[in-house]
């Protein structure tokens, strides 16, 4: 154990400081490593036709299309063929509208008299492009790299306890030299 005068847990505070340092260290190497691999690993896409998919209810409002959300990197959306679920009856493109990218499906009111595909179902058929290869290695990658945001809010916890510490040995260091230079008339 260290005896030297003024140096009470000087070697527990600098044990500290580099834990925290090397902590740092390895969270900001897998924040580097993980945002370079997040998109490396996906290297091929396939296309995918799904048919009459049904959408329960269609407004204004629009719903995204089931099977489009469940796959990686899904984009490209494009309608092949929209009927109403009940009647059959084809719905002419004007009276809908499909994000390319969110596959979110919308009724669009075209004029007066249209209003009969409004909040009613519909079966869609549709394609669009989605990533095949390498998807439990990228959701592995995404899920370390998300997670390594939690790490960096437990610093200023250890900051602030590793300050505490420094003050309690300071106390300990001041109590210790008055009881050394005899003002306390031993006490």
Same mark, same amino acid.
Request: include cysteine.
């Given at each position: 154990?260290?005896?030297?005068?003024?140096?009470?847990? &000087?070697?527990?505070?600098? +044990?500290?400081?580099?834990?925290?340092?090397?902590?740092? &260290?390895?969270?900001?190497?897998?924040?580097?490593?993980?945002?370079?691999?997040? *998109?490396?690993?996906?290297?091929?896409? $396939?296309?995918?036709?799904?048919?009459?998919?049904?959408?329960?209810?269609?407004?204004?409002?629009?719903?995204?299309?089931?099977?489009? $959300?469940?796959?990686?990197?899904?984009?490209?959306?494009?309608?092949?063929?929209?009927?109403?679920?009940? $009647?059959?009856?084809?719905?002419?493109s004007g009276n809908y +509208? &499909?994000?390319?990218? *969110?596959?979110?499906?919308?009724?669009?009111?075209?004029?007066?008299?249209?209003?009969?595909?409004?909040?009613?179902? #519909?079966?869609?058929?549709?394609?669009? $492009?989605?990533?095949?290869?390498? =998807?439990?290695?990228?959701? *592995?990658?995404?899920?370390?790299?998300?997670?390594?945001?939690?790490? *960096?809010? #437990? =610093?200023?916890? =250890?900051?602030? &306890?590793?300050?505490?510490?420094?003050?309690?040995l300071l106390v300990v260091?001041?109590?210790n030299s008055i009881k050394? +230079?005899?003002?306390?008339?031993?006490?």
């Amino acid at each position: 154990m260290n005896q030297k005068k003024g140096v009470a847990g &000087l070697s527990v505070l600098l +044990s500290v400081i580099a834990m925290l340092f090397m902590i740092g &260290l390895i969270v900001m190497v897998f924040v580097i490593a993980g945002s370079k691999l997040q *998109t490396a690993v996906e290297t091929s896409g $396939s296309a995918g036709n799904f048919y009459n998919e049904t959408v329960p209810t269609v407004n204004d409002a629009g719903d995204v299309l089931a099977q489009f $959300s469940s796959y990686q990197g899904a984009t490209g959306c494009s309608a092949i063929r929209v009927t109403n679920e009940t $009647s059959g009856t084809i719905i002419a493109s004007g009276n809908y +509208s &499909l994000g390319a990218e *969110t596959c979110n499906i919308k009724y669009v009111a075209t004029g007066v008299g249209d209003q009969q595909f409004n909040g009613t179902g #519909w079966n869609v058929t549709y394609t669009f $492009s989605y990533v095949t290869d390498g =998807f439990e290695a990228s959701q *592995t990658i995404n899920d370390t790299y998300n997670s390594l945001d939690d790490v *960096t809010d #437990w =610093f200023p916890t =250890f900051i602030v &306890l590793t300050a505490m510490v420094v003050l309690i040995l300071l106390v300990v260091i001041i109590i210790n030299s008055i009881k050394g +230079s005899g003002i306390t008339g031993g006490a």
